[in-house]
């Protein structure tokens, strides 16, 4: 079991940055996947980005291509997602999720932290 609690959200004007921290309840093994996630109210939650627990391997949604950047910290088994340029459309609460890499299913999901862009 694996809990996750993000903390870093809050109000920002447009143009300005964010980091949002993702901290596991322990240790995550090298196979799995640590990845954020977005929904926006009336929207279907979608994948922001996502990386191997030993740091490789990282993937963008195409809305989000050099403008954040996904990490990780294995000695504070945490992930962190660096939030620039930010946009009013990247309104929404973010959530931290992780999964082993051989399930295509999030099974450890955080309790989400709210980002809003004001414009």
């Known amino acids: 079991q694996v809990q996750l609690v993000e903390s870093g959200g809050g109000l920002v004007q447009a143009g300005g940055s964010l980091r949002l921290s993702c901290a596991a309840s322990?240790?995550?093994?090298?196979?799995?996947?640590m990845a954020w996630f977005r929904q926006a109210p009336s929207e279907e939650r979608e994948l922001v980005a996502a990386?191997?627990?030993?740091?490789?391997?990282?993937h963008y949604a195409d809305s989000v291509k050099g403008r954040f950047t996904i990490s990780r910290d294995p000695r504070k088994n945490t992930i962190y997602l660096q939030m620039n340029s930010l946009k009013p459309e990247d309104t929404a609460v973010y959530y931290c999720?992780?999964?082993?890499?051989?399930?295509?299913?999030?099974?450890?999901w955080g309790q989400g932290t709210q980002v809003t862009v004001s414009s």
């Open positions: 322990r240790r995550t093994p090298s196979s799995y996947v």
């Open positions: 990386i191997l627990a030993d740091g490789r391997n990282m």
């Open positions: 999720a992780a999964r082993i890499s051989a399930s295509p299913n999030y099974t450890y």
